[in-house]
């Protein structure tokens, strides 16, 4: 691969999935797409460029899905759902007993176990939700990891990560060497392909929002504009929740961390004040990081 080639593949990832590659990554470039070339039956990646430039977007589509990241596992990190389970949910449930819905969105879902998770959180919750209309929309740029998260048939490998095992015995059903979820696990999970550098607000508010691990890929300025448009997404109470390693500080003031439970964040009553007062959107912040 040329650098010219790698440029363009640079240039080609950020404005189709947000990808920030910098200039030292090609060994990644080449680690992921040499074997899509090979199946593909190129010679390599000059040529893989080459069919590109010429227009074809079944390649591209593929390339962009195979540089995506999406390694997932069940009850990721553990402590945000211990949080759902233990403080968003106990106010939450309360707060919509006469709408008796709740909405969450899994906003970068891959293969499922972050929407799952969810699901199994929310039947553990037990009876204080029967009877409620829950909506899990999960969604993902990539068409290949919804396909996998829909059948929701995991392998051996899979349920042994972060999955408790009463849990598995609970919910899942063995096939030979894989595990099903339950169909009612499953059929609290709506799929949808979305990638989150399009509109989205077509998809309603939401009461929660997970949408951790993708947002570290993306440079300074998509990240400030994806809050933004999130900001837009959630009811006046709703939780954000991101990744381990992500946060809004330093990147955008249109939410404010939770003081004592990481990665939690909620709307910023402040710009909700100045907004009503200028009776108009409010305009971005880009703040500055305080070290
Ligand atoms: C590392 S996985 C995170 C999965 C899950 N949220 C978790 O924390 O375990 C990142 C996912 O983001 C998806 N992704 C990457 N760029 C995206 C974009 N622009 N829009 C939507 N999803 C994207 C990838 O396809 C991948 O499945």
Redesign the pocket.
Known sequence: MTLLDYEYLRKLLKE????DLSPDKQYLVESRLIPLARRAGLSGLSELVQKMKNGSEALTTDVV?AM??????FF??KIPFDHLRDTILPQLVPARTNRRALRIW??????G??PYSIAMCLREFGPALSGWRIEIVA????QE?LEKSKAGIYSQFEVQRGLPIQMLVKYFKQTGELWQLNADIRGMVQHRQ?????DFSGLGKFDII?????L???DQDTKIRIFERLSKMFEADGTLML?AAETVVGISDAFRPSPDKRGLYQLNPARAVRSNAAGASPQPLRVVAAR
């Open positions: 189709r999935s947000g990808l899905e995506t990241t999406n390694e997932t596992f990721r990190d899994s906003a970068a879902s891959s293969t176990q972050e969604t993902d740029l990539s990891v979305l990638n989150l550098l399009h997970f949408c951790r691990n993708v570290i890929y993306f990744g």
